[in-house]
């Protein structure tokens, strides 16, 4: 079974531009959640989706945004970029909704 | 947000070595994950924990759900070089709540 890919990999972005990064999760996955990876931050939870609705959000601003369509695909949307959301985002898919994490392997993002 | 405090942050230990860690959170959690991750790569599943003093093991790894359910342990028996990485730690409050991450533990095996 294919595991779960973002695309796309690498991307460098100026300030003030917007962003949208994309995850297919793993077959049969109906729960995608986005996170941010920082090297002072860790592993901060931005959101989850599960079927097309947004479950549970964490404590980013309202330029940080998503969504996701009836095949399970998400896209994560960053809007006006700062330096400091220069970070890997990473998408995980659980089968049922923030089950058993499973992540792809990253977008990294930087904003110069 | 919250954070979990794992310990040690990192370790350098000799091939064939044990290893242990820990994980540690002021809140119960019913849900324990651990996770290794490699330079510019996503975490990799490892081991899953679901109930209060269990012990589950994939391998030469073995990580027990700690009885207070604040925290818990991994172990890793005779490591050898491709052990090294970054190992988190996730627990999870209630089931379809966010997952909190641990800080991690990086591990360094010399041959």
């Known amino acids: 079974k294919a595991g779960v890919t973002q695309t796309p990999r690498y991307l460098i972005k100026t300030r003030g531009q917007q962003v949208t990064l994309s995850c297919s999760p793993i077959?049969?996955?109906?729960?995608v959640s986005w996170y941010q990876q920082t090297p002072g931050q860790g592993l901060q939870f931005l959101f989850e989706?599960?079927?097309?609705?947004?479950?549970n959000k964490g404590n980013f601003p309202g330029r940080f945004s998503g969504r996701q369509f009836s095949n399970s695909r998400s896209e994560m949307n960053v809007s006006t970029l700062e330096l400091g959301d220069s970070a890997l985002y990473l998408c995980?898919?659980?089968?049922?909704?923030?089950?058993?994490?499973?992540f792809g392997p990253g977008t990294r993002l930087t904003v110069t | 947000g919250q954070q979990l405090n794992q310990s040690p942050q990192s370790m350098f230990i000799q091939e064939g070595e044990d290893v242990s860690m820990n994980c540690t959170s002021s809140?119960?959690?019913?849900?324990w994950l651990w996770y290794k991750q490699d330079p510019g790569e996503g975490p990799v599943l490892l081991i899953a924990l679901y109930k209060a003093g269990e012990l589950t093991s994939n391998g030469r790894l073995t990580a027990q759900f700690g009885i207070t359910r604040k925290d818990s342990f991994l172990n890793i028996s005779a490591s050898i070089p491709s052990d090294v990485g970054i190992y988190f730690c996730?627990?999870?409050?209630?089931?379809?709540?966010?997952?909190?991450f641990g800080t991690g533990t990086s591990l360094t095996v010399i041959p």
């Open positions: 077959s049969g996955h109906r729960s």
């Open positions: 809140s119960i959690f019913n849900t």
């Open positions: 995980a898919s659980s089968l049922r909704e923030l089950g058993e994490q499973y």
């Open positions: 996730a627990g999870q409050r209630r089931f379809g709540n966010q997952f909190y």
């Open positions: 989706y599960f079927s097309e609705t947004q479950r």
